[in-house]
């Protein structure tokens, strides 16, 4: 058999790795060149013991062996007559330690590989349980966190139910509040134009009655209730809008509950096989999230926990406002009661001062006419004195003109002197009468006028009273009304 080229390095004398593989760079190397890295030198010895092989144990780099390769080849010559010298290289020895240890190396390296299959396939079984029950867990922890966001959602659900309530439960306590502060105006407006009408009396009977005084009263009792009304109507102002911020927290947790439950519910059923799927490079160091599990549960906590106190203090504000809707509306309707009660006391003691002063009226016009009568009888009297008085007084001017002796201070002179004095007496007796009739007549007049004076004070404060008070508090509101109701 002809040797032809270079020959071939024994494999038991190449340096031994330390893997089980080759390294890829050298296997690489070793398919491109299948040349030996060592070629004879034609003017070397041909005998080459083991020990020189044991020895060499540095081999040259690739490089170097090319150019070596390439100068023994361009210098070496291969001649049938140099077969002499191409004798035995080898020894039987030698030949069989090689196949040996040809025969363990791939006997280590078939196990070795035989390991790496099990180790391998053992691995990838492992991670793929590994894989399956991680993504198992994470499922199930989506679906914990779905559960957590049924639960939250229902309980936001609830409240804000709860709170659309309790605000259409508050406009409508504020409506009747606001409807009864409106029903106030009128029983207001009313009291103050009684007192007003009333200042139109005249004389004596613009007097600080009873009646006065319950009108003063009445008109602070509704200026007081007002005053309280817009204090409550304010607070229930302030606390819709309390509501309705609590309201519109909850209702933007609820949407974001939402959004959330949406999301994880698609990524609760996203499966190996999904489609939508794919590679997101680094968005596992990416962590945007700016909360916890704790801080999570206790922010849609906090926030209900708030919804519930404004829903506490608006309920309690309601009651406040109806047990104010009550107490105004009795303040205002006791009041209204008493004042009707004075009007109708006050009423009654004028008619029945009028009817006194009628009384007295009609008397003193009868007995202005019975003095009149008597003056008018005094009158005639007195006129019926003078002719007596002539008379007399004629009978003593005659008499006096007797002659001498006749003119004698006889029985008939005595008596009539005594008769003259008598009527001059009985007329004096008579005027003196005449003018006490006569002052007695003035006096009466003077009362009669004071009396028609009285009566036109008094009919005009009936008039005020009656007419023009009372009916205007006829229109006074029900107490329906007065509570908020239409």
């Given at each position: 058999?002809?040797?032809?080229?270079?020959?071939?390095?024994?494999?038991?004398?190449?340096?031994?790795?330390?893997?089980?593989?080759?390294?890829?760079?050298?296997?690489a190397?070793?398919?491109?060149?299948?040349?030996?890295?060592?070629?004879?030198?034609?003017?070397?010895?041909?005998?080459?013991t083991?020990?020189?092989?044991?020895?060499?144990?540095?081999?040259?780099?690739?490089?170097?062996?090319r150019?070596?390769?390439?100068?023994?080849?361009?210098k070496?010559?291969?001649?049938?007559?140099?077969?002499?010298?191409?004798?035995?290289?080898?020894?039987?020895?030698?030949?069989?330690?090689?196949?040996?240890?040809?025969?363990?190396?791939?006997?280590?390296?078939?196990?070795?590989?035989?390991?790496?299959?099990?180790?391998?396939?053992?691995?990838?079984?492992?991670?793929?349980?590994?894989?399956?029950?991680?993504?198992?867990n994470?499922?199930k922890?989506?679906?914990?966190?779905?559960n957590?966001?049924v639960?939250?959602?229902?309980?936001?659900?609830?409240?804000?139910?709860?709170?659309?309530?309790?605000?259409?439960a508050?406009?409508?306590?504020?409506?009747?509040?606001?409807?009864?502060?409106?029903?106030?105006?009128?029983?207001?407006?009313?009291?103050?134009e009684?007192l007003?009408?009333?200042?139109?009396?005249?004389?004596?009977?613009?007097?600080?009655?009873?009646?006065?005084?319950?009108?003063?009263?009445?008109v602070?009792?509704?200026?007081?209730?007002?005053?309280?009304?817009?204090?409550?109507?304010?607070?229930?102002?302030?606390?819709?809008?309390?509501n309705?911020?609590a309201?519109?927290?909850?209702?933007?947790?609820?949407?974001?509950?939402?959004?959330?439950?949406?999301?994880?519910?698609?990524?609760?059923?996203?499966?190996?096989?999904?489609?939508?799927?794919?590679?997101?490079?680094?968005?596992?160091?990416?962590?945007?999230?700016?909360?916890?599990?704790?801080?999570?549960?206790?922010?849609?906590?906090?926030n209900?926990?708030?919804?519930?106190?404004?829903?506490?203090?608006?309920?309690?504000?309601?009651?406040e406002?109806?047990?104010?809707?009550?107490?105004?509306?009795?303040?205002?309707?006791?009041?209204?009661?008493?004042?009707?009660?004075?009007?109708?006391?006050?009423?009654s003691?004028?008619?029945?001062?009028?009817?006194?002063l009628?009384?007295?009226?009609?008397?003193?016009?009868?007995?202005?006419?019975?003095?009149e009568?008597?003056?008018?009888?005094?009158?005639?009297?007195?006129?019926?004195?003078?002719?007596?008085?002539?008379?007399a007084?004629?009978?003593?001017?005659?008499?006096?003109?007797?002659?001498?002796?006749?003119?004698?201070?006889?029985?008939?002179?005595?008596?009539?002197?005594?008769?003259?004095?008598?009527?001059?007496?009985?007329i004096?007796?008579?005027?003196?009468?005449?003018?006490?009739?006569?002052?007695?007549?003035?006096?009466?007049?003077?009362?009669?006028?004071?009396?028609?004076?009285d009566?036109?004070?008094?009919?005009?404060?009936?008039?005020?009273?009656?007419?023009?008070?009372?009916?205007?508090?006829?229109?006074?509101?029900?107490?329906?009304?007065?509570v908020?109701?239409?």
């Open positions: 058999m002809e040797l032809i080229g270079s020959t071939l390095t024994a494999t038991y004398a190449r340096p031994k790795s330390s893997h089980f593989l080759p390294a890829i760079s050298t296997m190397s070793s398919y491109r060149n299948p040349q030996a890295a060592l070629v004879m030198n034609p003017n070397a010895s041909l005998w080459r083991n020990s020189y092989y044991k020895s060499n144990s540095t081999i040259p780099s690739p490089s170097i062996q150019e070596n390769l390439d100068l023994v080849r361009a070496t010559v291969l001649y049938p007559s140099n077969r002499s010298a191409l004798t035995t290289r080898y020894t039987p020895d030698d030949w069989y330690k090689s196949n040996h240890n040809n025969y363990r190396e791939s006997e280590s390296s078939r196990k070795s590989a035989e390991r790496l299959r099990r180790d391998t396939i053992r691995l990838m079984q492992d991670k793929e349980q590994l894989t399956r029950r991680t993504q198992e994470t499922s922890n989506i679906g914990e966190r779905l957590d966001i639960f939250w959602k229902s309980e936001l659900s609830h409240e804000i139910d709860n709170m659309v309530t309790e605000i259409a508050l406009n409508e306590v504020k409506r009747r509040l606001e409807r009864a502060l409106a029903e106030t105006e009128g029983p207001l407006q009313v009291s103050q009684c007003y009408h009333r200042e139109r009396r005249m004389s004596i009977d613009l007097v600080h009655d009873d009646v006065e005084k319950d009108l003063i009263k009445e602070e009792v509704i200026k007081s209730c007002q005053e309280r009304m817009r204090r409550h109507l304010d607070r229930a102002i302030a606390q819709l809008a309390s309705r911020a309201q519109h927290e909850l209702e933007r947790d609820l949407s974001d509950k939402l959004t959330a439950q949406r999301i994880d519910q698609r990524c609760h059923h996203l499966r190996n096989t999904s489609d939508g799927i794919g590679y997101y490079r680094g968005i596992d160091r990416l962590d945007p999230s700016i909360s916890l599990p704790d801080s999570w549960s206790k922010f849609t906590d906090d209900i926990l708030h919804s519930q106190s404004e829903r506490a203090a608006s309920h309690k504000l309601r009651d406002i109806e047990i104010l809707l009550n107490a105004t509306s009795n303040e205002m309707w006791n009041q209204f009661n008493n004042v009707n009660v004075a009007f109708t006391n006050r009423i003691e004028t008619g029945d001062a009028k009817n006194s009628q009384t007295h009226l009609a008397k003193t016009l009868q007995e202005i006419f019975q003095t009568m008597l003056i008018e009888s005094i009158k005639k009297a007195l006129r019926d004195k003078e002719s007596p008085l002539k008379v007084q004629t009978r003593l001017e005659e008499r006096v003109r007797r002659p001498n002796i006749e003119l004698c201070r006889d029985n008939p002179h005595h008596r009539l002197v005594s008769e003259v004095r008598e009527i001059e007496d009985t004096r007796k008579l005027q003196e009468r005449l003018m006490e009739a006569e002052n007695t007549l003035q006096t009466l007049v003077k009362t009669k006028v004071s009396l028609e004076h009566l036109s004070v008094k009919a005009n404060s009936l008039f005020l009273d009656q007419e023009k008070c009372m009916s205007m508090r006829k229109s006074f509101p029900s107490m329906p009304r007065l908020g109701y239409t």
